[in-house]
RNA sequence: GGCGGCAUGGCCAAGUGGUAAGGCAGAGGUCUGCAAAACCUUCACCCCCAGUUCAAAUCUGGGUGCCGCCUCCA
């Protein structure tokens, strides 16, 4: 497949270093509070990534590491008067939650860095040994970035330029002000450990660079994270990495994109912070996930309620199309018929081209287009008369069913039953909305008995009143059920 | 100041050299007592200007607007 790779900043064939075999790490969670939209998405990417590389035939084993211990974390402790490692426990716990709801797989490693910290002592110590890194009198290591010749090969920058800006104030013992910290002595209060340079604790770059080497042999296939996570984080493992082994520390650097809301970054400052909880108390996990999708994940996605129900909408649609096939399906009546060319066809044509999108980088968006394009095919054999009956239509709907399933496995939905979760989607559409089930069902048994009396101008007002309230009639067979618009 | 990204119909969003996927909303039709759902039909010359080309939304140059990184950040 074809994956952009921020390192030259174009789309490359992915092949892995060792056949068959992916090493994939991707930049987890701080854990000193709920994890907002944003992380959901990056996430699920990554989710889909891992998902589709396996799907692929692949061999993969994926790391996501959890930072439990930083400044964030003391200070959210100090502020809720409990320790740091409650604090932790707490938000990775709800980190879990969230993405099992989510439906983003665990990955095979998720270390935290409190736990590596004589691996991160030992990789800082080799850098102060190869020249790479230096202690301070106060006891503070920090990484000599001059030593590194390809400093900012990542981000496109070079040392020069980014000195140039003003804002960068350098450090009292620095050699260098963008020198980074490998190791920072303890301050009063604050956790440490125990180190050939005193009391102090890790900084937070050296953890990726130290856990990868720890789980995996080097170089990755694939170090992911957010976009904002090149500089300086990723730079800055490259960094210490490359300079420590000699060798190339990731093949390819995969970024997403961020969540946005009103077009601008989220943010606690701006106030338009929405946390994954936030979101999942009015709508179902499924439909956010179908949301992060409904863009390619390297371009920005606008987060808004109007576009949550607009993806809620198109998932409904979906899984209505999905029950109305697996009903069809039980049947086991058919009129022989010889499978019909074009139908079967045009649904090769849809499955070459949802493998092409994802294919090219992940594109998921375009992946959706083509499921709903498939959704409309299976849509159309189940209504028209004689093929709905056949086994020319029931090849191709079942040809349809495997091919929907295959997909939902990838990119992590369409995996409920479908009337579970149509009837989950409507129970939450009615708590967020804020519907008044009794009074909807009283106007129906007023309309019914109405229709009985054949008073459908009394039938019609009702329904009328009932749309102005966002529900919508359907007479079947079974008798009326209704929906939320 | 340095680096980078984006600009496609009412809204969202694919497409990056051969004359515009899909979703949501709208219009007409089939179905229905009337509806709903579904299906069918319909609805865009792609921010502006100039250039390259037989051919550009897609490449080049300029302009305008928006956003991100350079500081903790998915």
């Known amino acids: 497949m074809q994956l952009y790779n921020t390192m030259s900043r174009k789309k490359e064939e992915f092949t892995p270093v060792r056949a068959g075999k992916v090493n994939m790490y991707v930049c987890g969670i701080t854990a000193y509070d709920y994890s907002h939209i944003g992380h959901a998405r990056s996430a699920v990417v990554f989710d889909v990534l891992v998902r589709y590389l396996r799907y692929l035939g692949l061999d993969v084993t994926f790391i996501r590491n959890f930072t439990d211990v930083d400044d964030k974390i003391i200070n959210r402790a100090n502020q809720e008067g409990a320790s740091w490692t409650d604090i932790v426990g707490k938000y990775i716990g709800a980190f879990h939650e969230d993405m099992d709801k989510l439906g983003v797989l665990r990955a095979d490693f998720e270390p935290k860095a409190t736990d590596h910290i004589t691996d991160m002592i030992t990789l800082s110590q080799a850098l102060i040994d190869k020249g790479h890194a230096y202690s301070t009198p106060s006891g503070d290591v920090y990484f000599r970035v001059r030593s590194f010749e390809g400093y900012g090969k990542l981000s496109g920058r070079s040392l020069d330029d980014m000195q140039a800006g003003a804002r960068i104030a350098p450090g009292e013992e620095k050699e260098d002000p963008m020198d980074f910290a490998l190791w920072k002595a303890a301050k009063p209060g604050e956790p440490y450990w125990d180190s050939p340079w005193g009391k102090g604790r890790p900084g937070w770059h050296i953890e990726c660079s130290a856990m990868s080497e720890k789980y995996i042999t080097l170089p990755l296939d694939i170090h992911g994270g957010g976009l904002d996570l090149i500089f300086p984080h990723h730079e800055n493992e490259i960094a210490q990495s490359e300079a420590a082994l000699g060798h190339e ?79 069809a399906l039980q049947k086991d009546k058919w009129t022989p018929a010889k499978p ?130 966002g529900v919508a009639l359907r007479d079947t067979p079974q008798g009326v059920v209704w929906e939320l618009l």
Not at 449 to 467: C, G, H, Q, V, W
């Open 249 to 327: 520390f990731s093949r390819y650097w995969v970024h997403n994109g961020f969540v946005q809301v009103n077009s601008e970054k989220m943010s606690k400052s701006l106030g338009n912070f929405k946390t994954i909880r936030d979101i999942l108390a009015s709508y179902l996990p499924e439909t956010l996930r179908f949301f992060l999708l409904t863009r390619q994940y390297r371009s920005p996605i606008d987060f808004s309620f109007d576009a949550m129900d607009d993806a809620e909408k198109n998932l409904k649609r979906i899984y209505q199309s999905l029950e109305a096939m697996q009903e």
């Open 340 to 469: 019909d060319a074009a139908i079967m066809d045009e649904i090769d044509k849809t499955a070459r081209l949802w493998a092409e999108s994802m294919e090219d980088d992940l594109n998921t968006a375009a992946a959706l287009g083509h499921i709903n394009n498939l959704v409309r095919l299976v849509n159309r054999v189940l209504e028209t008369k004689g093929l709905n009956k056949s086994e020319a239509g029931r090849e191709a709907l079942a040809r349809c069913s495997r091919l929907l399933k295959e997909w939902g496995v990838v990119l992590g939905i369409f995996g409920q039953e479908p009337q579970k979760f149509l009837a989950e989607l409507k129970n939450m559409q009615i708590s967020r909305k804020q519907i008044d089930t009794s009074k909807i069902d009283s106007l129906i048994q007023q309309r019914q008995d109405a229709r009985a009396a054949k008073d459908f101008t009394r039938s019609d007002a009702i329904r009328d009143e009932l749309a102005a309230l």
